[in-house]
């Protein structure tokens, strides 16, 4: 399709699992969301758009082409999350020289799509473990995201290593759901490097999904270890689901892992001495700051909070409603 004239446009595409060339003309174009519904096979789409500001895709299969990259682009939404995990072992594709056929292709041409959003100072980036393009930004030398102050993506294990590309940024939010759930491993390496954004630019950092497990507390250290100019640090985590635990105890243990889990994140030194720390779980929050509710406070200025049915407080001791015979100690160590 061609127009001069036309500035928005939202495209549906439920197509055959046979190959498709999609080209897309528009010298004004301003918004662009394109949505795949069918898993189709070697389909490539075209976009010449140079005055594109705002741009979303959602496609998992498809490989795109910038004929010239859009310099105005501002906000930018990819989506490649919506397929089916590959049956191949994850772990064999670390190495970009084990890739090969058609993941080969695929990688590499939309990590060049994704280096053309690089004027961007908005973006969202979703990825399933097949589409993990953030894995190869260092072998495939992606151009640096200058104005790129606010990254959302699902991506953890990669995460370190590609802030790197993103040396400006001051908002950054994990939200960890498929290629962390599915099959993919919780280790992490620290980079060769302490990226430029965590040592001098970013101020908050949401991230959601942990396990409340040792490995992610490593990596929460390192970031609160670097971080000089960080303002806040938000962590989600569910150690377990505690809705389907039955009996009493399993569930009052669950909670206990959970405080344990809360203990260990406010411990961790940082470098920015104005940083707050929120970690939440099912049951129990905890934060640096006092924050309403029911709260803990030790005699270092840490605070506890709780939700409100769950507990009773006496000093810094809880008492958890419902098992009495629990009673946990939340003095921070050193207190």
Same mark, same amino acid.
């Given at each position: 399709?061609?127009?001069?004239?036309?500035?928005?446009?939202?495209?549906?595409?439920?197509?055959?699992?046979?190959?498709?060339?999609?080209?897309?003309?528009?010298?004004?174009?301003?918004?662009?969301?394109?949505?795949?519904?069918?898993?189709?096979?070697?389909?490539?789409?075209?976009?010449?758009?140079?005055?594109?500001?705002?741009?979303?895709?959602?496609?998992?299969?498809?490989?795109?082409?910038?004929?010239?990259?859009?310099?105005? $682009?501002?906000?930018?939404?990819?989506?490649?999350?919506?397929? $089916?995990?590959?049956?191949?072992?994850?772990?064999?594709?670390?190495?970009?020289?084990?890739?090969?056929?058609?993941?080969?292709?695929?990688?590499?041409?939309?990590?060049?799509?994704?280096?053309?959003?690089?004027?961007?100072?908005?973006?969202?980036?979703?990825?399933?473990?097949?589409?993990?393009?953030?894995?190869?930004?260092?072998?495939?030398?992606?151009?640096?995201?200058?104005?790129?102050?606010?990254?959302?993506?699902?991506?953890?294990?990669?995460?370190?290593?590609?802030?790197?590309?993103?040396?400006?940024?001051?908002?950054?939010?994990?939200?960890?759901?498929?290629?962390?759930?599915?099959?993919?491993?919780?280790?992490?390496?620290?980079?060769?490097?302490?990226?430029?954004?965590?040592?001098?630019?970013?101020?908050?950092?949401?991230?959601?999904?942990?396990?409340?497990?040792?490995?992610?507390?490593?990596?929460?250290?390192?970031?609160?270890?670097?971080?000089?100019?960080?303002?806040?640090?938000?962590?989600?985590?569910?150690?377990?689901?505690?809705?389907?635990?039955?009996?009493?105890?399993?569930?009052?243990?669950?909670?206990?892992?959970?405080?344990?889990?809360?203990?260990?994140?406010?411990? $961790?030194?940082?470098?920015?001495?104005?940083?707050?720390?929120?970690?939440?779980?099912?049951?129990?929050?905890?934060?640096?700051?006092?924050?309403?509710?029911?709260?803990?406070?030790?005699?270092?200025?840490?605070?506890?909070?709780?939700?409100?049915?769950?507990?009773?407080?006496?000093?810094?001791?809880?008492?958890?409603?419902?098992?009495?015979?629990?009673?946990?100690?939340?003095?921070?160590?050193?207190?």
């Amino acid at each position: 399709m061609s127009s001069s004239l036309l500035e928005h446009l939202d495209l549906v595409f439920d197509l055959d699992r046979s190959s498709h060339v999609v080209n897309i003309i528009a010298s004004n174009l301003k918004s662009l969301s394109i949505s795949m519904l069918s898993n189709t096979r070697n389909t490539r789409v075209y976009i010449d758009a140079p005055k594109l500001a705002k741009l979303k895709i959602q496609d998992w299969n498809s490989i795109y082409f910038f004929l010239q990259n859009p310099s105005t $682009l501002v906000k930018a939404c990819i989506q490649l999350d919506y397929g $089916l995990e590959s049956e191949d072992d994850e772990e064999d594709k670390q190495d970009y020289g084990s890739l090969s056929g058609p993941q080969k292709e695929y990688i590499c041409q939309m990590t060049k799509f994704v280096g053309g959003l690089s004027s961007v100072s908005k973006l969202e980036l979703k990825l399933e473990s097949w589409t993990n393009i953030m894995r190869y930004f260092n072998y495939l030398n992606l151009p640096i995201f200058s104005n790129l102050t606010r990254l959302e993506t699902n991506c953890f294990k990669d995460l370190l290593i590609s802030l790197n590309c993103f040396p400006n940024l001051e908002h950054l939010a994990v939200q960890l759901c498929s290629i962390y759930d599915k099959k993919e491993k919780i280790s992490w390496c620290a980079p060769d490097s302490v990226p430029d954004c965590l040592v001098s630019k970013l101020k908050t950092i949401l991230i959601t999904g942990l396990k409340g497990i040792d490995d992610e507390l490593r990596l929460l250290a390192y970031i609160l270890s670097n971080a000089i100019l960080l303002e806040k640090l938000l962590v989600q985590f569910c150690t377990v689901d505690g809705a389907y635990i039955e009996n009493e105890r399993e569930k009052a243990y669950a909670v206990w892992k959970e405080c344990q889990f809360c203990r260990s994140m406010l411990n $961790l030194p940082r470098s920015s001495s104005t940083c707050e720390v929120v970690v939440s779980g099912t049951s129990v929050t905890a934060s640096d700051l006092q924050c309403g509710g029911v709260v803990v406070e030790t005699r270092k200025g840490c605070t506890i909070q709780f939700l409100p049915k769950m507990v009773d407080v006496a000093g810094h001791f809880v008492w958890l409603r419902g098992w009495p015979w629990l009673l946990l100690d939340f003095g921070v160590s050193g207190v």
